[in-house]
């Protein structure tokens, strides 16, 4: 990636003094002077100096080459400055205002970069998670055969991963919260099941897949336990088919010894006998 941004810049630089010019540059009533300053300081890595040069060009070259050039190069510098809302700014609008320009496919692909490097952490929101996961999907929906496609592929797969595990603290979440604040409990353990479902769902091929299936299956239990006696027949039984489905699908789960342990802690008055002998 740098090497391909030292390259753009290094097309139109020309050798003025040095960086200590700064003083020199931001003076000057000459705007092809600050052009071409902007782009050595970028060449030179003073990514914030070169981006603070390109903000007083941009409007005075609008519709020109080096107008073009210097907003795709405002992102980049933003980008390597490590402004990333910025950065995702510029780049965006580059390539709205030039659709076929030459720095198109770059800009749309940092852009997505920007919104990567800008997530959360997994247990903040993860609005921009989503937001960068839409603008690499649309990336390589418009250029199909870009170099930068397997890159883009990639950084999708990472922010998948951090939207599952977004997901996952919450469901366990909801699990650990047990029978506190929502409806005796079953509020809680329903919002459980329900959030590792759609997770599942979702990503169907996820890692957490295992811990996900675990989690609904403890929470139903949890809920059958949890509910009044003429719900508990109903809804231990729905248990005991969520582990069925587990063990068929996990049959070497990591989890499966505290499956059937808590699978046999059901009264056997609530199901069939068989059911608990097999288990065992």
């Known amino acids: 990636m740098r090497n391909f941004i030292l ?6 630089c020309f050798l003025f003094a040095s960086c200590g010019d700064y003083d020199k540059v931001d003076k000057t009533p000459d705007y092809t002077y600050k052009y071409e300053a902007a782009k050595q300081y970028f060449a030179q890595g003073y990514y914030n100096r070169s981006a603070q040069t390109l903000q007083q060009v941009i409007s005075v070259f609008k519709g020109t080459e080096a107008g073009e050039e210097s907003l795709f ?15 995702a700014t510029y780049l965006r609008r580059y390539y709205q205002s030039y659709p076929k320009g030459l720095y198109t496919e770059a800009a749309r692909y940092y852009t997505g970069m920007a919104l990567y490097l800008s997530t959360p952490e997994p247990k903040l929101d993860q609005s921009a998670t989503y937001e960068a996961v839409t603008e690499f999907q649309n990336f390589i929906e418009t250029f199909p055969t870009s170099i930068f496609r397997s890159q883009a592929q990639d950084r999708i797969f990472e922010l998948q991963d951090k939207l599952v595990e977004k997901e996952y603290l919450s469901a366990k979440l909801y699990y650990d919260l047990g029978d506190y604040f929502l409806n005796g409990g079953n509020g809680n353990y329903q919002a459980c099941i329900v959030t590792s479902e759609n997770a599942i769902k ?3 091929y996820t890692k957490r897949r295992e811990d996900f299936a675990y989690l609904i299956l403890k929470a139903k239990y949890e809920y059958a336990k949890h509910s009044v006696p003429e719900k508990q027949t109903e809804r231990y039984n729905d248990a005991v088919d969520e582990y069925y489905g587990f063990q068929s699908e996990f049959p070497e789960s990591k989890y499966m010894k505290e499956a059937k342990d808590m699978i046999n802690k059901i009264p056997k008055s609530f199901y069939k006998p068989e059911v608990n002998d097999s288990i065992k």
């Open 7 to 12: 390259t753009i810049a290094a097309l139109g």
């Open 73 to 87: 190069l405002l992102g980049m510098a933003n980008l390597n400055a490590r402004n990333y809302d910025a950065a």
């Open 202 to 204: 979702d990503f169907p």
